[in-house]
């Protein structure tokens, strides 16, 4: 095996099981390394965003990407099951590509899809990411974020992937408080000119956003349908999917 990996992921999984921030010395003592191999793997922990050097006063400490990452691992498990009934539900009423993401930094990952029977239809693959800020699974999924992203509160220009993309951080900022106030986001053509979407959040059984649905289909066929009235049926999805994550945990947790 690659020997900085192993050492770099033995330091990662001490750093996740301590109860508070460590020094370069003491993580060197009990992982018997160098002071310096230890340093040089801390400072591409902290690169990567996997470890935080607390206050800057050379004490470490895991990040909640770990955290991210695992959660999304048991994501990819728990709601497809869960969300398949909704998501096969919401297929049937819109005739459109259905999708279930969750947020990975700052893009969105789809961890399930239903493809819309229409000849012209949303392109997508399981596993594909896109800008969080562009799409409408994604916008959910930051606005209902728990830990707001600090760039938007200053002005910050965003790439522009197509003429309608929002601008800048400024902008982004206002759109997540209409999503969180609506409760679904729709996405006029700003990752791909030519396709809109509309999402909702999906519920864990603590009511935390755990994961989004949502539609996506040509941009004529979403204006002609209406985004009021499909919005209304993606809302209704994300609700039955909730409620079937929540007598699922609940389930699990009688079975224990």
């Known amino acids: 095996m690659n020997n900085t990996l192993v050492k770099g992921l033995r330091l990662l999984e001490l750093l996740a099981e301590r109860d508070g921030p460590a020094g370069v010395g003491e993580l060197a ?45 048991l994501h990819k498990l728990d709601f497809r099951e869960a969300t398949a009934p909704a998501m096969r539900w919401l297929l049937a009423e819109t005739n459109e590509t259905v999708h279930l993401s969750v947020l990975s930094g700052d893009e969105v990952v789809y961890i399930d899809k239903l493809d819309s029977p229409e000849p012209v239809r949303a392109y997508s693959t399981i596993g594909g990411r896109a800008p969080a800020y562009c799409v409408a699974t994604g916008k959910v999924l930051l606005a209902w974020r728990e830990q707001r992203p600090t760039a938007l509160l200053t002005v910050h220009k965003l790439h522009q992937h197509s003429p309608a993309t929002l601008p800048d951080t ?20 700003e990752w791909r000119t030519s396709v809109w979407g509309i999402a909702a959040p999906v519920l864990s059984a603590g ?14 066929r979403i204006r002609s349908h209406g985004v009021r009235r499909l919005s209304q049926l993606v809302v209704e999805a994300a609700r039955q999917a909730s409620e079937q994550l929540a007598r699922g945990s609940g389930a699990a947790a009688s079975v224990a």
Do not use: C, F, T
Not at 30 to 47: F, I, K, P
Not at 170 to 189: H, S
Not at 207 to 220: D, E, R
């Open 29 to 73: 003592r009990e992982l018997d390394m160098g002071a310096s191999n230890v340093h040089r793997l801390l400072q591409a922990l902290v690169e990567l965003g996997y470890a935080v050097n607390d206050g800057g006063r050379g004490q470490y400490r895991a990040s909640l990407k770990i955290w991210e990452l695992g959660a999304h691992a």
């Open 170 to 189: 400024a902008a982004l900022a206002l759109e997540l408080a209409r999503v969180r106030q609506q409760g679904y986001a729709v996405n006029r053509g």
């Open 207 to 220: 009511g935390h956003v755990a994961a989004a649905v949502g539609i996506s289909g040509p941009a004529s």
